[in-house]
Nanobody, 123 residues
Framework: QVHLVESGGGSVQAGGSLRLSCAASEYTYDGACVGWFRQAPGKEREGVAVLFRGGFNTAYADSVKDRFTISQNNAKNTVYLQMNSLKPEDTATYYC????????????????WGQGTQVTVSS
């Protein structure tokens, strides 16, 4: 089984940066998908970025493309979300999750979820 622990959330002004971390005890296999999702008040949970661990392929939501970067450490036990040029509309609770390929930004494809970490971006 996999256990996910998120950290790195906080408050930042527009234009600032944050790096979120998702530490995992293990993944089901090397080719597992790891994704970052977010949910703002009054909105549904949406995909932000996804990483195919085996091939290091990534995909991003259009709203964060060119601003956010998903990556993993060499041991493949921690996944990061580097968030630059943050905007107020990025304010949400951010979750990491794992699932099986294909690695698509669809909530329904992910089974194991972290507890979430709050990101607040002020104007």
């Amino acid at each position: 089984q996999v256990h996910l622990v998120e950290s790195g959330g906080g408050s930042v002004q527009a234009g600032g940066s944050l790096r979120l971390s998702c530490a995992a005890s293990e993944y089901t296999y090397d080719g597992a998908c790891v994704g970052w999702f977010r949910q703002a008040p009054g909105k549904e949970r949406e995909g932000v970025a996804v990483l195919f661990r085996g091939g290091f392929n990534t995909a991003y939501a259009d709203s964060v493309k060119d601003r956010f970067t998903i990556s993993q450490n060499n041991a493949k036990n921690t996944v990061y979300l580097q968030m630059n040029s943050l905007k107020p509309e990025d304010t949400a609770t951010y979750y990491c999750a794992t699932g099986s390929p294909p690695c698509k930004l669809l909530v329904g494809l992910f089974r194991d979820w972290g507890q979430g970490t709050q990101v607040t971006v002020s104007s």
